[in-house]
């Protein structure tokens, strides 16, 4: 069964920093790529980074570029989004899915069941 | 970047009914799009890639069509599970964009 499972969310306060890791299980972790996706509270979706499978190429929204930073580790199985420079519109629940698997395009079909990050004061 | 627009924001429909969603793209996306289903307090779920084919183990009442910038997701007999909100996605370029979502309540 594929389950991603998230981790490290918390409060921070703004300008401070925060990791969150995404932990897969039960396929391939190395042959797809990844995504951040994040929700603030009572709010919609909002794409936030992906990865390549081989971690070669990363995009990013562009009001997280600069301070956030997404990486894998293929051999644990393991995605991380290292957050920094936090500011209070941070604030939401941050989801890993899993993305697409070689060339075309993103489908993201399969969800971590979300990490809450709060940055407050 | 791409904006994705749909509508309606929110509807109310019975058991049974046909519901239609609609996505709009700001410029032309081919089939690069995608439907997620989202429950209350729950992760979301892919429904619909590349505008028309039907994730793996989703019910059949669920179809998509469309190309190019209008969308429509359609539930041919809303049951009383459906009750969630839905997202469009965009897939044709970075950042990826997602609709403001539809949510969908049941009378």
């Known amino acids: 069964e594929v389950q991603l499972v998230e981790s490290g969310g918390g409060l921070v306060q703004p300008g401070g920093s925060l990791s969150l890791s995404c932990a897969a299980y039960?396929?391939?972790?190395?042959?797809?790529?990844f995504s951040w996706v994040r929700q603030a509270p009572g709010k919609g979706l909002e794409w936030v980074a992906n990865?390549?499978?081989?971690?070669?190429?990363?995009y990013y929204v562009d009001s997280v570029k600069g301070r956030f930073t997404i990486s894998r580790d293929n051999a644990k199985g393991s995605l991380s989004l290292q957050m920094n420079s936090l500011r209070a519109e941070d604030t939401a629940v941050y989801f890993c899915?899993?993305?697409?698997?070689?060339?075309?395009?993103?489908?993201?079909?399969?969800w971590g069941q979300g990490a809450l990050v709060t940055v407050s004061s | 970047d791409i904006q994705m627009t749909q509508s309606p924001s929110s509807l109310s429909a019975s058991v049974g009914d046909r519901v239609t969603i609609t996505c709009r793209a700001s410029q032309s996306i081919n089939n690069y799009l995608n439907w997620y289903q989202q429950k209350p307090g729950k992760a979301p779920k892919l429904l619909i890639y590349g505008a028309s084919s039907l994730q793996s183990g989703v019910p059949s009442r669920f179809s998509g069509r469309g190309s190019g910038t209008d969308f429509t997701l359609t539930i041919s007999s809303l049951q009383p599970e459906d009750l969630a909100t839905y997202y469009c996605q965009q897939s044709s370029r970075a950042p990826l964009t997602f609709g403001g979502g539809t949510k969908v309540e049941i009378k």
């Open positions: 899915a899993r993305d697409k698997s070689g060339v075309g395009p993103t489908k993201l079909d399969s």
């Open positions: 039960g396929f391939t972790f190395g042959a797809y790529w």
């Open positions: 990865i390549k499978e081989d971690g070669s190429e990363k």
